[in-house]
């Protein structure tokens, strides 16, 4: 959020909530996670499988200061994961190769799923019983920009795309 704090950028698109109190934000969608597993992993036989069926699995997520990373830990500790800390992604890419290798599994979000993870031969995708798994997209902007009106209706427009 610095480029849009510092006047560099006028908006972005980005996961929400914002904690700055100087950024507004307009909710856009809902981005689920996925779990991934390797092809030689024992989940991988399954379909699908209930969070309570995972306790125990080691998990990979990106390392400490992503937003993804809190996201990951948080499901860890509520379902009793083992979050690795001694191999930590630097990127999606890092973490999908990590969990390749049969390192452990991991949470990714579904426009990376969808554009990069499901042709990957190495790589499943196990659907999760039970209540999905997301996060929230939204556009955000400096609260003092002389373009939020403009920037209101660039979200709805865009709502109204992505529902389409």
């Known amino acids: 959020m610095h480029g849009l704090e510092d006047g560099q950028a006028d908006m972005a698109i980005s996961l929400l909530p914002v904690h700055q109190k100087n950024l507004c934000s307009e ?10 597993v390797s092809k030689n992993h024992h989940l991988a036989e399954s379909e699908s499988v209930a969070m309570s069926n995972l306790m125990g699995e080691d998990v990979l997520a990106l390392e400490a200061g992503h937003q993804l990373h809190e996201t990951v830990r948080t499901i860890s500790e ?11 992604g630097t990127s999606l890419d890092t973490l999908r190769g990590m969990v390749a290798m049969n390192l452990g599994i991991t949470f990714l979000p579904g426009l990376y ?8 031969p190495n790589l499943k995708k196990v659907a999760l019983d039970g209540a999905p798994l997301f996060r929230q997209i939204g556009l955000i ?5 002389p373009y939020e009106k403009a920037l209101k209706n660039l979200a709805e427009t865009l709502k109204e795309e992505i529902t389409e």
Request: charged content about 25%; overall charge positive; hydrophobic content about 40%.
């Open 27 to 36: 909710f856009l969608f809902n981005d689920p996670l996925h779990l991934i």
């Open 113 to 120: 799923v969808k554009a990069v993870v499901n042709s990957d």
């Open 141 to 145: 902007w400096r609260q003092s920009s």
């Open 78 to 88: 509520k379902a009793g994961l083992k979050l690795r800390t001694d191999y930590e």
